[in-house]
């Protein structure tokens, strides 16, 4: 059973291009988190989606980012107009299910995101 | 405000000492916490967790402490091997939502 995969590992951006990071969950979940992690900074909660739903995106910036769960596909995070500050890497997590018990996230390898 | 922080930054410890890493919160309602370990260049891996209504819980190697009245969390890595150098976090989960909250990190050096 393959784990979270993460999409690229490594993305390069100029100051003002898009930049797509793909998720794809672990087989049978249906929950995918984001968080960003600045250098030696802990992860911080960007998005909670389930197929379909944007369930909690207290975490994301108001501005240039998004975040989409299809039906069928992966996860996708979008940053248009990058900027060098969006530099970070990118985790991704996914669950089973969500009940009001704690459910294990279990985390991709990350893409690195560098703006230059 | 939400905050779950680390007291020590960096720990250096001798094979096969023991290790504690520690951890603040300030949050009472939060009703999961966990330990994740993470190695360079990778995701974070999950270590244990605890619910808010026990005080203690063992893992192989591992046994996490959770006092409520101080708000402090600790891990504690038995005979730390080479291996265990990671950074390590404390996250919880606070209520309707299964939305982790992560601390700073505590990069765990062992010296062989």
């Known amino acids: 059973n393959a784990g979270v995969m993460q999409n690229p590992r490594h993305l390069v951006r100029r100051r003002g291009q898009e930049a797509r990071l793909r998720c794809s969950p672990m087989?049978?979940?249906?929950?995918v988190y984001w968080y960003r992690q600045l250098p030696e900074e802990g992860l911080k909660f960007m998005v909670y989606?389930?197929?379909?739903?944007?369930?909690?995106e207290s975490g994301m910036p108001k501005e240039r980012f998004s975040a989409e769960f299809p039906k069928e596909g992966p996860s996708i995070l979008r940053i248009q107009q990058v900027v060098r500050g969006d530099s970070a890497a990118y985790f991704c997590?996914?669950?089973?299910?969500?009940?009001?018990?704690?459910?294990?996230?279990?985390f991709g390898p990350g893409t690195r995101l560098t703006v230059l | 405000g939400e905050s779950v922080g680390l007291h020590l930054p960096t720990l250096s410890v001798q094979e096969g000492d023991n290790s504690i890493i520690n951890c603040a919160y300030s949050?009472?309602?939060?009703?999961?916490f966990i330990w994740y370990k993470q190695e360079s260049g990778k995701g974070p891996q999950f270590i244990i967790d605890?619910?808010?209504?026990?005080d203690k819980r063992q893992g192989q190697r591992v046994t996490v402490l959770l006092n409520k009245t101080v708000k402090h969390l600790s891990l504690q890595i038995a005979a730390t091997q080479p291996g265990d150098s990671a950074v390590y976090f404390c996250?919880?989960?606070?209520?309707?939502?299964?939305?982790?909250?992560f601390g700073t990190g505590t990069l765990l050096a062992v010296q062989p």
């Open positions: 087989k049978g979940h249906s929950h």
């Open positions: 605890i619910r808010s209504n026990m």
């Open positions: 996250a919880e989960k606070r209520g309707a939502t299964n939305k982790l909250i």
């Open positions: 997590a996914s669950s089973t299910t969500w009940d009001y018990e704690y459910n294990e996230q279990f």
């Open positions: 949050n009472s309602a939060s009703d999961y």
């Open positions: 989606l389930q197929k379909e739903n944007i369930i909690d």
